[in-house]
């Protein structure tokens, strides 16, 4: 892959000073869209959380060539990865390449990333004194590649389908931060919200800060929605998820929410789906351990949903994904709809088995 | 701690030829059974999982001194582990001090447990003719060991509080002896039961009929009550829930119910309560990331329920923790009722906090 710096830094010059021309906004496709906006469509449109991910031969090329933060701050390789699934499977939408992590490194954390063992960050938050060290103000402008990525993806989409920009949740990135790795139930971060909760309040304050920025900027640099992914959520009971997550995603969708819909994707947090809903957020993802009825129950029938196919249910026969896709669509609907996953797609989905989620999705008829 | 294998011999004898004598039988606190049958009580009982676990010092000195297994296979250092919270904590019903890996090691696996690392089963079932391989009808005879530890904790335990016997649910069962080791997703085990679903079903009707001797022989050596560990039930959708685990749980269930009431703990499932509460189960266990008013309408506040504390939460200083449970037992209800963790208590919990959580229940008064 051919790097050309030249044409790049002329798209940088245009995000720092403008938004990009409307031309490169004008979409060809805007089903997904409509579906956030709640109207009606002829069919859902559909896309995969981490599409761009490693089922994908083309994917494996590029990581086999660059490291995982690379490919993520070359906004020629992040525009490229990002265009794979268009190109080779056909969803309704692109979703920047990028990882959710960049904004702990933004505000000054080391964060590397292990092939097979997840991400760590060796230098963890302990207390106010961590959270005070923390870059706040200048820490989106430590995230430009990520901009001149959308505005090269923008330009090389030429209106396809529309560009998803995201970022973590902060209770999500909160996690990361101070566990300092994955974990199955982040006990370390949900004790140092407990013993430490001003600190805990402190430090969701400050990346709440950063990413409203962060998101302000993605929205400058071209993207036509966004998903905030909690992935960790679920891991609060409802009164705690109230505390030391809800408030902080309030703040952000109500600040660009007027610019850009939002998706909310809060994995399993199906306990606070009706004040998900307040928000403000324009669709909320759902995961497969919420059924599409009880969904529409629980939110009153009256937001878009997106979700909700368990990923590893591809690893199925290719006429059972067909079936259960219609199925699911059936159950959920047309109108207020975004068919996606329930969470990423995993690496040992064979391809042919992602492009019949897609397309299944594509000739849905109601009957 | 001196083995005593005379006096262990004579019980072996008696657990072999008949029941318990009734005198053992007769509870001094069997608050949990009538809280199990749906008899009225001044206050709820109260345990917690994994009680006999790593936050206690004196679990400690024993885990210092003999491996995991040693302690599991030894019934004299599983009924002293056992009886630990009874005498420290003070709660309600004992646990035997045991492992659901116990079952794949009776079925023929190999099973070993690294520190910090969790179990691994370095020979995983693959295909239909590893599942052939298995031991089933002689393996319940493997497990002399824990009828044994349960005749010596029943023994000791005098009548004080209720003995409960556990298993893990066959799919949780399975997760282990396909994937090998702990996992977040458990991708391998639900790959297999994909694309090899004739496999799968043979494995788990294989550790459904093991599982029923087992817990059967429990009973007859003394337990007075059962619960079924459904660990990994919440990675399923309703839909392949009720394939892959739903239907051996309720074998399993109506086999042992008329004997022994069960407790179902399936954390993660609250979107199949009423088809677990259909199984004959006598309670259902609750997690945290479910509240006690929808647990409650889910079930038609007509079974028992338990939990369902994040046990993390019991970081937090006493005084919260005691206006929680109280605010937990207000919300669930006196009736019907025991109150428990939502999952196991973790190590580094203050064994002062433990009693306290407790404690609360103890005291608790309706106003």
């Known amino acids: 892959m051919e790097l050309c710096r030249r044409s790049l830094s002329n798209i940088l010059n245009m995000v720092k000073q403008e938004p990009l021309p409307i031309s490169t906004r004008i979409l060809k496709n805007d089903l997904l869209l409509k579906a956030l906006d709640g109207k009606p469509v002829h069919r859902p449109p559909v896309w995969m959380m981490r599409q761009a991910g490693r089922y994908l031969p083309q994917y494996m090329e590029l990581k086999n060539k660059y490291d995982f933060f690379t490919r993520v701050q070359t906004p020629e390789l992040a525009a490229a990865i990002t265009l794979q699934p268009i190109d080779l499977i056909g969803t309704d939408a692109a979703i920047l390449f990028s990882d959710i992590l960049v904004v702990p490194q933004a505000m000054g954390m080391e964060v590397t990333m292990h092939e097979g063992k997840g991400p760590a960050l060796p230098a963890v938050i302990r207390c106010m004194e961590d959270v005070e060290q923390l870059i706040v103000e200048e820490a989106a402008w430590h995230l430009q590649y990520v901009y001149d ?74 993207v036509d929605c966004l998903q905030l992914f909690d992935s960790w959520g679920g891991l609060w009971d409802k009164e705690d998820f109230a505390i030391f997550s809800l408030p902080y995603i309030q703040q952000i969708v109500q600040s660009v929410k007027y610019e850009c ?52 249910k591809l690893l199925n026969p290719v006429n059972k994904i067909s079936q259960d896709v219609k199925a699911m669509i059936d159950a959920f609907g047309t109108t207020r709809y975004i068919a996606n996953l329930g969470h990423g797609i995993i690496p040992n989905i064979p391809v042919d088995h992602a492009k019949a989620f897609v397309q299944a999705v594509k000739e849905y008829k109601a009957e």
């Open 149 to 222: 990525a959308i505005a090269l993806t923008k330009q090389q989409l030429e209106g396809r389908v529309p560009l998803i920009g995201f970022a973590g949740a902060p209770w999500t990135l909160l996690c990361y931060m101070v566990e300092g790795k994955g974990s199955k139930t982040f006990d370390k971060a949900k004790a140092f919200c407990y013993t430490q909760p001003e600190a805990a309040h402190a430090l969701l304050q400050a990346i709440t800060d950063v990413t409203i920025a962060y998101l302000r900027n993605q929205i400058k640099a071209g």
């Open 261 to 312: 819909p939002v998706i909310l994707y809060a994995k399993g947090v199906w306990h606070s789906l009706p004040e998900l809903q307040e928000t403000g957020a324009a669709a909320l993802g759902i995961d497969w351990c919420n059924t599409p009825q009880q969904a529409r129950k629980l939110t009153n029938h009256s937001i878009t949903l997106q979700g909700n196919y368990d990923p590893v």
